[in-house]
């Protein structure tokens, strides 16, 4: 099979990703080997590719949005749920857990200290096949076709994870700052939900996205925006776009922080933009419940998914497009034949 290899951390647009010939990974126990039908491109990939992130053993394939069919089951995978050959499968970014902690015991399984992430510990979808545990890899309906159904996994998931640690409620007053992959979902999330939603982002095609998915307002970072919010979501990983955040946000109202890297935020003025009762909360990961529940929520509203699709050898290429915002909605690389 093919696949495109992360074996030393450098910028992507520089050849950090290494197109190898490998063999079929065969599943261990209480593991499948999944076909990759399609990968989304996320942001994390990029950060991966760069060793933004605490670092992992190289090399590693990076892609965590991996629909997939499940080709072949491991010993021990089996009984009622489990997944069989043929059936159609998502596995995100959480890609196992040690199952006996306090967190993994207490529905927090995300905070899990030896949780490992699927193209960051483990080999992701940037290739023909993968392995995964059985246990975490999610059903998936045949509400959206494979490459609708990718960004479901992360951008999605995790859009739908900082919705609920910003403690939105229906009709509330919310700014989303940053708009991708993510944030294009989480929008049609909250308008579900009959809220009031501004829109910040340094593209102009990004802000006539979040127009046309029904952004009450949209603008540049600098510009004050139409109301005082009461919930703030970053999705953007440039850490002075917090203070933006912070600096629109009412007393009592809370910021929650979407990216998984956040560049170093410049200093605040505490009684300016804290002060009041705010509250900065981050994101980790997910459960698998926050899977679960986000991608029953989204087949029940239809939500749409903008996509730009390329090839598994296009897959550099794709994420410099990323990188420097040119991705309309979110990007997703597409195994051909000759990558199997």
Known sequence: MRAMVVRAHRPVGTGVLVREERAVPAPGPGEVLLRVLACGCCHTDLHVCAGELPPRPLPVVPGHEIVAEVAAAGEGVGGP????????????????????????????????????????????????????????????????????????????????????????????????????????????????????????????????????????????????????????????????????????????????IASVHLSPVPGFDHDRLLLGEREIRSVTASTRQDAADFLRFAAAVRLRVETETAPLDAAEATLERLLLGHVHGAAVLVPGPGDR
């Open 81 to 256: 749920g489990a997944p069989r050959p043929g059936d159609r499968v998502g596995l995100p970014w959480l890609n196992r857990t040690c199952g006996t902690c306090r967190f993994c015991r207490t529905g927090r399984e995300n905070l899990c200290p030896a949780a490992r992430f699927t193209g960051y510990d483990a080999d992701g979808g940037y290739a023909g096949f993968v392995v995964a545990p059985a246990a975490f890899v999610v059903p998936l309906s045949d509400t959206y076709a494979d490459v609708e159904a990718a960004p479901l996994l992360c951008a999605g998931v995790i859009g739908w994870r900082a919705i609920r640690r910003a403690g939105v409620q229906p009709g509330e007053r919310v700014g989303l700052f940053g708009f991708g992959a993510s944030a294009h979902l989480a929008l049609q999330v909250l308008g579900a939900w009959g809220c009031q939603v501004a829109v910040w982002s340094r593209g102009p095609h990004h802000l006539r996205l979040a127009e046309g998915l029904g952004a009450a307002w949209t603008g540049g970072y600098r510009a004050d925006g139409p109301w005082p919010l009461e919930r703030a979501i970053v999705f953007t990983p440039a850490g002075e776009t917090l203070l933006e955040a912070l600096r629109r946000l009412e007393a009592g109202g809370v910021v929650a």
